[in-house]
């Protein structure tokens, strides 16, 4: 009998494989090194290997980790800050970030990464300027993480006295230090820590940067092999800058420079058309939904079942802390069904089973990451959760005639079940204890940047101050 | 000195009273017996009153105690069974509701009340038949309920081969039995437990009885001086059925038999036209809201905004445990803000200071309650929660230029912050734990119930056994 590092038993296992869901109700997960090494009935596994340690997980629910798509983590310390406003990012965002320092960003991007991590996320999309200092945060805490650096041309300080509609200014000087920032990105992390951190390129969104540099990062995609991950017709501001400076929206743009396909990963298509969704998913491109986001942010539910009607590659993402403002995928999922059957007025689309593809094996395969996580499944790293079933709030566990696990993981679960994260076959979250970084001091040292960042601010002049002034915040 | 039995100090202090929400920065609240008898400055609170135990709430926040306005305890076994289909109630509620004991029900509610209370609710407008029975649930845990027993003419076991549509036998025996068990209700339970469970009449739509015990109950709820609480417009079904008895929908027909008055607590209004929610507004009746709940069942969101145009008597609810599937105040709070912000594509509705009110002062007015509870201020009960602000989900904490913790209490928390719950002055949860019924006992008893339930059910030929056989559950 050989011995493994690891064996989960005795639990209903949602594996994600094969027939439907893959469940298996009497099951247990063999983890050796970073590898899943069986997924089988509890018996077979008993029979077959003995392990260093074993956790008997009767009573509770074992899955693929999450897959939270796209994340700026960077914006983590501005929580709360922004909503309720129209013009989120000129009047939300703007009047604090223009103060917002690295080690601000860095300080509050750990403390959403932990927020993430212990609700069951073990890939974090994160996709944020100063990715070379923010992907420490990654490498500590032991999370996988699937980053890039955000390039545009954008001027330092835009939020000084400009005015929402007004055509930005395009620094090319800018766009080459962020486009080499991505670059070294990629040269120093990409697949390090044991294959962990991989690395793609982030360019902001097709109205933030000239044709001439997002064409540059086509080619230089291809020659690092690596997916593009960008904010794609993300909202009305976008498209006002497209139409002023290529008399074109987005995506019939992004077409015409040759942009959709497999390497791309589209975030959001708030804005985008029923039949703008349809042509980004027959391309081969990737849908990336913020649900809560853009439904806080907009007030919008981004076209997803018409991307659905013609592609599976549609994965969620928590988006960031000021504008959604959770980082937790079971939000996510909720959220995404929930908004999308009232958007169609139709209680059965968008079903838990559904849901919960979207944030592992669809996920997965969105990202490019499919052949590695996403399913339980032996041969495939070990990224998995365990959830505890004894929790009011997933009360009761009925396995027959309707087996309702799924839905429960999908509308009534918070996060706060989550008792067990493994992320490449280390513990990282044991008995709901971070276990890699001391989650107290993260807390208490974000705070101390969020004071000194605070203190900073002065004279907004937005709706939310005169809620301020009102006393109703 | 006086000495005061409990002293909550040196916290944020969210009263609901005064200009906007009447946030204290620095401050304390005093409670002796069952009732607040200082909310004030910390400093103030200190020089004023000693007491026998203070809790030093720094870095946490303190408000009054969450409403959940509509709410069928008596559903909680069934969570998970029903969703994700059309025709929610015949389809995925009947087949396992016809073998529903009034032990089960009793044992899934217990655990229902629970995952409300642990999540901050203190008041509870449970809506259920077999409520003389339920009630001992919220005598047992200590909080305050506002119940009713459900009232209709319907035959038992409706479950049973009757087809979508067709319009329901009305059984006046029925209904003559069951209003007797809510005439009971109110004269063995009304002001009980000293004054924490108090009744009123629970008719269970206008489809379900015949005008004439619809205005019998109204002649008793006159008789006992109490509200009605009632579903109303609640579905298309119930449309279906009116308008094939009474050739009328249900606003309407009330309207014209005299039932739109302040005494009505009128449920949903899923179906409602903008014209008909507003006369209900106008008419002085409540709204009771429950987001979650009618997004799942029917992918709708019912006209609250409409009816705010004439009322700010809107409280929210989360109706049941199969169908929503969470009974927590915080995910109705999300919900009810990002759904109507999506229905009328604006991120500014629906802010988060009015989701607060919604659950708490505004609640209170709403179900009558309003002279008790809702808010903090001398003379009111002590009902109230302590939230843990050093978690990463509600990090950070910033007081200014823009204070974001009332945004991070309506879009951020989910429940698993709450660490103190008080109600009529007693600490029924504190540290998390639940002090007066043993958690873990009664999750085991519900599930062993649930089991009992689940191996009765057979046969079910449903869109969700479907789903159940391809693997998809």
Known sequence: MATIDLIITRTTVITMEGKGLGIIEDGAVGIDGNRIVIVDDSDVVEREYSSHRTIDASHKVVLPGLIDAHIHSGLGILRGVAQDTDNWMEKGLWPFMQFLTDDQRRAGSLVNIIEGLKAGTTTFGDYNGGMNDIVQNHIALGTRAHVCDMINEMPERMG????VGELY?????VGE????????LIENYHGSENGRITCLFGPQGPDMMSRELLLEVQQLAKKFDTSIHMHVAQGDREIEQMMKRYGKRSIPYLEEIGYLDE????VHLTEATAEEAKTVARSGAAMLLCSGSIGIIDG???????????????ALGSDQAPGNNCINMFNEMKFTSILNKCRQRDPRVFPAWQMLKSVTINAAHAIGLGEDIGSLKPGKKADMIILDLQSPALFPTIQAPIRNIVPNLVYSANGSEVETVIIDGQVIVDEKIVQTVDEGKALADGQKHANELASQVRGVDT????MMADGLL
Chains 1, 2 share one sequence.
Not at 263 to 266: E, I, P, Q
Request: charge should be negative; hydrophobic fraction near 45%.
């Open 169 to 173: 200014p395009l620094d090319s000087a």
């Open 300 to 314: 919008i539910v981004p076209p997803a079942a018409e991307f659905l009607e013609a592609s599976d590659r549609l």
């Open 177 to 184: 230090k962020k486009l080499q920032e991505n670059i070294d």
């Open 160 to 163: 000084d006295a400009r005015e």
């Open 463 to 466: 709706p939310l101050a005169k």
């Open 263 to 266: 390497r791309l990963l589209a």
